[in-house]
Structures are given as C-alpha cells and as structure tokens.
T-cell receptor, first 115, second 114 residues
C-alpha cells in the first residue's frame, strides 16, 4: 500500500534554478493537491486538480506550475526558485465522490531549501 | 471563500490533563470538517471528520470533536492526554462546492510533559 509517494525527500536549489517535485498516488483518487507548510502558517494550497487534464490555482500559486496528464501523477514545477520558496511541500489526494467528506491522504513531504 | 481560525498556537499540558483545541471556520454552505495530526517528522494524518449527523464525532486515539453550527466551531477534545499526543494539530474545512480545495488553520502545537 504505497498511498501517496513524493520524491525527492530533500532538495537544495540555488536561486534561479528550476526543478520538479514528483507526486504519485495509487488509490485512484480523482482529486490531488499541493500544499506548502511554513512555521506558524499552517498548510497553504498551491495548486489542485479535480481530474486528469484539470488544474486550478490555490492560495499561493505564483512561481509554481502543475499539470495532470494522468490520474496517478501530479508534478509540481518550480520555474525559477527563490528563497521565499524554502518550505516543506506536501502532496495530497482524496476521493472526489459525493458526499465530499473524503479526507486528504498525504505524502511524506519534500523539504526544499533555496539558497 | 472559506477560512479556518485556530485560537491556540502552542499548548503545554501535563500527562492526564484534559485538552480542548479551538477551531472556528467560515463558509457559507455545507461544510466538511476535519482534524489532522502531524507527529514530529511525519506527514499529516486524519484524526476525525464531520460532514453530517451526530455533531459529536469520535476519532482515533481517544480524540473527539463537537460541531456547533451556531458558533461555526469544531473544537477538538481529549479527556486525558498522553506524552505520545505531542504533535501539531490542524483543523481543516472543505466545502461541498469546489470540494477540491481544503483550507487549513495555522495549526496548534501540543506539548505534553511526562
């Protein structure tokens, strides 16, 4: 039971570099999302997807891109890393069926440092 | 827009003390409410959830929460905490419209002294 798998676990980038955080789930969940966690600020939604080919912005989308070509995968791209993007990133998935009480299943997180 | 407010940022208790963590939400329609826990160095996992029915819901590890619609609240309680409950606790709301978005509170760090 893999659940939600995120890679890498740790990453250090220099300002201006780009990278992709990978996320895959094997639960056939329709919904997937990316959050960043910063001390004292809880989890803030970056982007989310309600199905393959459908993505939308969350609270803090600037500097990040996503795509959802398959149900299983939802990569997060940092186009030009900035120190303000130093954070812990969590990918999550959940069922999209009604009623909408399906909880989020989280990956183990990626700790990103931008110098 | 939906939002969540958690009143306590850091709570310190001794073992066997009772716990209540406050959570208030803002949303104009039907809500689904969740409490998640994050143990040190781990990812978030579900403690309990509410979407309809009995407003008093029970979760894992002896936790419970009460939904009070008139107060827009969903407070988390545990009668007697243990050292192993040391963790960060997050309240979250998800509306029935735009259900792809869950909004989290800022979190409450609970430290239980042995």
């Amino acid at each position: 039971n893999a659940g939600v798998t995120q890679t890498p676990k740790f990453q250090v980038l220099k300002t201006g570099q780009s990278m992709t955080l990978q996320c895959a789930q094997d639960m056939n969940h329709e919904y997937m999302s990316w959050y960043r966690q910063d001390p004292g600020m809880g989890l803030r939604l970056i982007h989310y997807s309600v199905g393959a080919g459908i993505t939308d912005q969350g609270e803090v989308p600037n500097g990040y891109n996503v795509s959802r070509s398959t149900t299983e995968d939802f990569p997060l791209r940092l186009l030009s890393a900035a120190p303000s993007q130093t954070s812990v990133y969590f990918c999550a998935s959940n069922r999209g069926s009604v009623p909408h009480n399906s909880p989020l299943h989280f990956g183990n997180g990626t700790r990103l440092t931008v110098t | 827009a939906q939002s969540v407010s958690q009143h306590n940022h850091h709570v310190i208790l001794s073992e066997a003390a009772s716990l209540e963590l406050g959570c208030n939400y803002s949303y104009g329609g039907t809500v689904n409410l969740f409490w998640y826990v994050q143990y040190p160095g781990q990812h978030l996992q579900l403690l309990l959830k509410y979407f309809s029915g009995d407003p008093l819901v029970k979760g894992i590890k002896g936790f419970e929460a009460e939904f009070i619609k008139s107060k827009f609240s969903f407070n988390l309680r545990k009668p007697s905490v243990q050292w192993s409950d040391t963790a960060e606790y997050f309240c979250a709301v998800k509306g029935d419209t735009n259900a792809g978005k869950s909004t989290f509170g800022d979190g409450t760090t609970l430290t239980v002294k042995p």
